[in-house]
């Protein structure tokens, strides 16, 4: 008996040893899911279970779309992953079995196109076990403005996936991960990966930048991290197979200095140790093998620190991670300097040798600071410090990283483009209730100024026509001074007449009734809509007279429409063009707020391009739609006292008549030039991507040569007939701006000409346009021409194909350098969609026929476009008008 109670005693023990063996395992055992499949893949050498597979360990709510593609040519060592997805278009959650503790959540995207699903359209939420990772999110969105912001810092690298990765604990057996698509979207994932955390990465108080060292209470265990940035400084890319631990990556620094030169490169890869036994799981050993020091003495003459920049999200609070290895000195104060984070000084005398403890040994000294609301950069520099013996020493690091924290459950930010400041809605409702609060605090000493309101409005109701109420969200189209004509049947006029008859009184044109409105758009028949935005919908009417026109109806709820409705009135009541889409009138009651327009019978530049059934335009076609375009652009320019900056240049705000004269649209992102002793306008960034100049991105500031750049972009959009971003092609051609420069570079742009002009153009025409748009797209904005250059060569470039057609038919035959009308002849004939050259250009006409003329109205110069690029003849041929398309 007691032999066998022995075994049983045993059998006990054995079966209790290999349970907690089995939890053991569980909780170092990573989840790694590959969405949309139920197939099983080894990608890094990890297997990923299909979301679909037996023994995936998870549930999913909903089956959601298996999306897959084969077009999938990415360089990433997840091609495997990034092949599939799955797509939902209502809530959707994954739930993990596990055990509670500490893990990495990363979420993969690669957007990829899909039956009717347009990944550019995509918008949804994510939340993990109650916090809030993203919101609103749009994946091509964050990754354009990534890549946007690595060019802008001089990098060449572009990547088209995006992994978020996050740092949170888990309390209950079971993470759950949910997934939320937008009002009228969806959204879609294309792998998820839970990776156990068992060492304590993070402590809960940390040393606050000018705080006096003092450490401060973060309370981390409760909160959600997310890895903004990881960094090896020095050093090459290391992939998450060299991060056996926990599969980070890490990547390299040099694409966030500011300036290259400040640091060079060293490594040491002998006899690195952990400085403590409890950080083996912060980074690997290949981190500290490699750093940055301060080594050019020039820089060091200079006072000069090295620095990197990064774009974060404004309003949270961030941990700084640097990560220090001493490869070279072998004693104390041989290396001391100072860690500046945000312009602020971290620690002043710093001495790696010291902290860590001796050479060669792998330390890391966290930082935590506050971005404010107004800021969306953090910078982290590092500079010599003065010794106390007064010689300078320089400055190392080995690795960076930077986690943002969440806040009330909450790491999400949306991204709204060109916004530079969080929290602006927050603050508008504290001053809103602060605003109400001084006013009923004041209400005794007010009342008279209330009662002068009161008795100017009942006035100003009496004149408006039955307008029944207004909504306090819209700001009336007369606050911007503008005059405006009222209707023949209106009730009451709007504002007096300028007596004097000025053109800005009639500019604005017509105000109509919003029965007029309903009856032109048949009640805002859906079937008439052209076109939608952000400010609301656009529909096709027909007014009592038989006039055809858009009719422009804002959202009330957009006060992104809002503010560039308020800007397009204020731009067009002093604008009056044959190259710029005319205002017809307005209409605002009952909250609405409706412009109305000319319509433009033959759309969008873009829709004649691609993406419709509409027969594709002829080169000379195409050259004749970018003269007139860039005839509107060279107005908005040179017609007012500081010019006008359209910031939204792209083919769908390029609209067409009936007789395809070309004409600029949309002014709500509209800016007014620099004043005269500026030479830019600092402001937000806004604008569409892929064309968006990267110059704008990276300095905030403003300029004529903004618009230039987005030009040139719709020029290459020209050639090509495709998208200006479409991430279901391979990575080298999503970009068209990046893929069209290196065909251009290489003087081979006819490759990749729109099949259908193929032996239908002058080549040396084609030539000449790729040089123009090359010229445009110039890094630097000093570099690139101006909208005159441009209009003057295009004319050109029209002049040369001209005399092709002319040549190939018979007529002459001249060579395309010497033949061709002048532009004075040009303009004799009549034709419709040409003006006079001084119309146009604005120049002297003494500089006629000279590479200098088009330099006048905005400072430019030969030196800066280039001889090759300022040529230009005075022809002596003309080409015949049977011989136009």
């Known amino acids: 008996m007691k032999v066998q109670g022995m075994e049983i005693l045993g059998m006990i023990v054995f079966v209790m040893f290999f349970v907690f063996v089995k939890i053991g395992e569980a909780q170092t055992m990573p989840f790694l899911v590959n969405c949309g499949t139920n197939l099983i893949v080894n990608v890094d050498g990890r297997r990923w279970v299909g979301d679909l597979a037996p023994d995936s360990n998870l549930t999913l709510s909903s089956l959601g779309i298996a999306a897959s593609t084969a077009t999938f040519s990415g360089d990433s060592a997840f091609v495997p992953l990034y092949k599939t997805a799955r797509i939902f278009t209502d809530s959707l959650n994954y739930t993990f079995r596990g055990t509670p503790g500490s893990y990495f959540l990363r979420l993969h995207f690669y957007p990829f196109s899909f039956e009717n699903y347009n990944v550019n359209e995509s918008s949804f939420a994510v939340e993990a076990s109650g916090l809030q990772l993203v919101s609103e999110f749009n994946v091509p969105e964050e990754i354009s403005l990534k890549n946007l912001y690595l060019q802008s810092s001089g990098s060449n690298s572009s990547s088209f996936a995006l992994i978020k990765e996050y740092f949170l604990n888990v309390d209950s057996g079971a993470l759950v991960i949910d997934f939320n698509p937008s009002k009228g979207s969806f959204g879609f994932v294309n792998a998820i990966e839970i990776v156990p955390v068992v060492d304590k990465l993070f402590v809960d108080s940390e040393s606050k930048v000018s705080g006096n060292g003092a450490n401060t209470p973060l309370n981390l ?81 200079k006072r000069l620190n090295m620095s990197w920049k990064f774009e974060v999200d404004p309003d949270f609070e961030y941990l700084i991670r640097l990560h220090f290895c001493e490869l070279f000195f072998g004693k104390a104060t041989q290396r001391v300097f100072r860690i500046y984070i945000n312009n602020r000084t971290a620690a002043d005398n710093f001495d790696v040798f010291v902290r860590a403890g001796g050479m060669n040994k792998a330390y890391h000294q966290d930082y935590y600071d506050v971005v404010s609301p107004k800021i969306s950069t953090l910078w982290v520099q590092l500079g010599p410090a003065s010794t106390a013996g007064g010689s300078e020493t ?55 100024l209330f009662l002068l309101i009161f008795c100017f409005c009942k006035k100003r109701r009496n004149k408006l026509s039955d307008a029944k109420s207004s909504s306090p969200t819209w700001r009336p189209l007369f606050l911007h001074g503008v005059i405006v004509n009222s209707t023949a049947n209106a009730k009451g006029s709007v504002g007096n007449q300028n007596p004097n008859g000025s053109v800005a009184s009639t500019r604005v044109g017509r105000r109509f009734t919003l029965a007029e409105i309903r009856a032109a758009t048949s009640k805002f028949d859906e079937s008439l809509v052209i076109g939608v935005g952000g400010f609301g919908k656009v529909y096709k009417g027909e007014i009592e007279d038989g006039t055809l026109a858009a009719i422009k109806r804002a959202n009330p709820q957009s006060e992104q429409g809002l503010a560039e409705f308020e800007t397009e009135i204020e731009m067009l009541s002093k604008l009056r063009h044959r190259h710029l889409v005319s205002m017809i009138g307005f209409c605002e009651e009952q909250n609405e707020m409706i412009l109305v327009y000319e319509y433009m019978a033959n759309g969008t530049l873009r829709s004649h391009l691609f993406g419709s059934d509409l027969p594709p335009l002829s080169w000379k076609q195409r050259l004749e739609v970018c003269i007139g375009a860039a005839r509107g652009l060279h107005y908005l320019h040179t017609g007012a006292e500081r010019g006008i900056i359209h910031r939204d240049v792209k083919t769908t705000n390029i609209l067409l008549d009936e007789n395809f004269v070309a004409k600029m649209a949309d002014f709500g992102l509209s800016k007014n030039g620099p004043a005269l002793e500026h030479t830019h306008v600092s402001t937000a960034v806004k604008g569409s991507f892929g064309y968006l100049d990267p110059e704008y991105f990276r300095r905030q500031q403003l300029t004529e040569k903004s618009d230039v750049y987005s030009f040139g972009v719709v020029l290459f959009e020209v050639i090509c007939a495709r998208a200006v971003i479409n991430p279901s092609l391979p990575k080298d051609q999503i970009n068209l701006a990046e893929w069209a420069m290196r065909w251009q570079r290489q003087r081979s742009l006819e490759t990749i000409i729109d099949p259908y002009l193929k032996g239908n153009y002058s080549p040396e025409s084609f030539i000449k346009f790729g040089e123009i748009a090359e010229k445009c797209l110039a890094d630097e904005g000093k570099t690139r021409p101006t909208m005159g250059e441009v209009l003057w060569h295009l004319e050109y470039v029209l002049q040369i194909h001209e005399a092709w057609m002319c040549a190939n038919a018979g007529e002459n035959s001249l060579s395309s350098s010497e033949v061709v009308g002048s532009l004075e002849d040009r303009e004799a004939e009549g034709g419709k969609d040409t003006a006079s050259l001084d119309e146009v250009t604005g120049l002297d006409p003494k500089m006629k026929g000279g590479g200098e003329s088009a330099s006048r109205e905005t400072g430019g110069s030969n030196d800066v476009v280039g001889v090759e690029f300022s040529q230009l003849v005075n022809p002596r041929g003309r080409c015949h008008e049977a011989f136009n398309e």
């Open 221 to 301: 265990s409760k909160r959600g991290i997310q890895t903004m940035y990881r960094l090896n400084v020095g050093g090459s890319e290391i992939k998450p197979d060299k991060d056996l631990d926990l599969w980070r990556q890490w990547e390299v620094d040099s694409s966030y200095m500011f300036t290259a030169d400040a640091g060079s490169e060293i490594s040491n890869s002998s006899n690195i140790t952990y400085a403590s036994s409890n950080d083996t799981s912060v980074a690997p050993l290949l981190v500290y093998q490699t750093a940055r020091i301060m080594s050019n003495t020039e820089v060091l003459g």
């Open 394 to 448: 320089d400055a190392l690091l080995n690795g960076l990283e930077i986690f943002k924290l969440s806040r009330n459950g909450n790491l999400a930010y949306v991204k709204k483009y060109g916004q530079t400041s969080g929290g602006n809605r927050t603050s508008r409702s504290r001053i809103l209730w602060v605003g109400i609060g001084a006013g009923v605090a004041s209400i005794v000493i007010l009342a008279g």
